[in-house]
T-cell receptor
Framework: GAVVSQHPSRVICKSGTSVKIECRSLDFQATTMFWYRQFPKQSLMLMATSNEGSKATYEQGVEKDKFLINHASLTLSTLTVTSAHPEDSSFYIC????????????FGPGTRLTVL | GENVEQHPSTLSVQEGDSAVIKCTYSDSASNYFPWYKQELGKRPQLIIDIRSNVGEKKDQRIAVTLNKTAKHFSLHITETQPEDSAVYFCAASIGNSGGSNYKLTFGKGTLLTVNP
């Protein structure tokens, strides 16, 4: 149980384009989803927290207009990287929590974004 | 906000030896402390966690200890095997049963290498 999927697993795009990443909880309802970014040989850095049906809460230094997050249902959250640039190339990982789950987060497999 | 320090950043041991990774946290309200193992290009996998009402928890070759007074917790791996080689992250969170939306603060990670 508690399986989280992400799509796509890898994406290569040209500078200036937008990329959408989907995060789905497959067998539970995720009241909260988190989006992380991980650069090579570094830790996971929280970008934003999203609750179903409400606006995402962004961490300090993360541009909300560049990283658009939508959590329209209890099983799906999307992250859109708008006008991507090479410095946005990274490993993006989502995680999901369910109410009553006592803090535990279930991680998706990650999306490797490469911006040329 | 919470700050988690993790040491060492790299650790090399011989197969069969024990490995210990230590973390400290700053927020005394934190009460959930998970440990994750991450292989290259993969999602973090929860290997063990401990809550603040417990001082020690063990699962086969893996154990975690928590000292709330000193605000530090440690991961102990005994009888290490080459397949234990990976990056290990500690994390801390504030929360309680029945709730959600509790974000994790990660340490910077420890690259563990187990030499055959």
């Amino acid at each position: 149980g508690a399986v989280v999927s992400q799509h796509p697993s890898r994406v290569i795009c040209k500078s200036g384009t937008s990329v959408k990443i989907e995060c789905r909880s497959l067998d539970f309802q995720a009241t909260t989803m988190f989006w992380y970014r991980q650069f090579p040989k570094q830790s996971l850095m929280l970008m934003a927290t999203s609750n179903e049906g409400s606006k995402a809460t962004y961490e300090q230094g993360v541009e909300k207009d560049k990283f658009l997050i939508n959590h329209a249902s209890l099983t799906l959250s999307t992250l859109t990287v708008t006008s991507a640039h090479p410095e946005d190339s990274s490993f993006y990982i989502c995680s999901a929590q369910y109410a009553g789950g006592y803090n535990e987060q279930f991680f998706g497999p990650g999306t490797r974004l490469t911006v040329l | 906000g919470e700050n988690v320090e993790q040491h060492p950043s790299t650790l090399s041991v011989q197969e069969g030896d024990s490995a210990v990774i230590k973390c400290t946290y700053s927020d005394s309200a934190s009460n959930y402390f998970p440990w994750y193992k991450q292989e290259l290009g993969k999602r973090p996998q929860l290997i063990i966690d401990i809550r603040s009402n417990v001082g020690e928890k063990k699962d086969q070759r893996i154990a975690v200890t928590l000292n709330k007074t000193a605000k530090h917790f440690s991961l102990h791996i005994t009888e290490t095997q080459p397949e234990d080689s990976a990056v290990y992250f500690c994390a801390a969170s504030i929360g309680n049963s029945g709730g959600s939306n509790y974000k994790l603060t990660f340490g910077k990670g420890t690259l563990l290498t187990v030499n055959p």
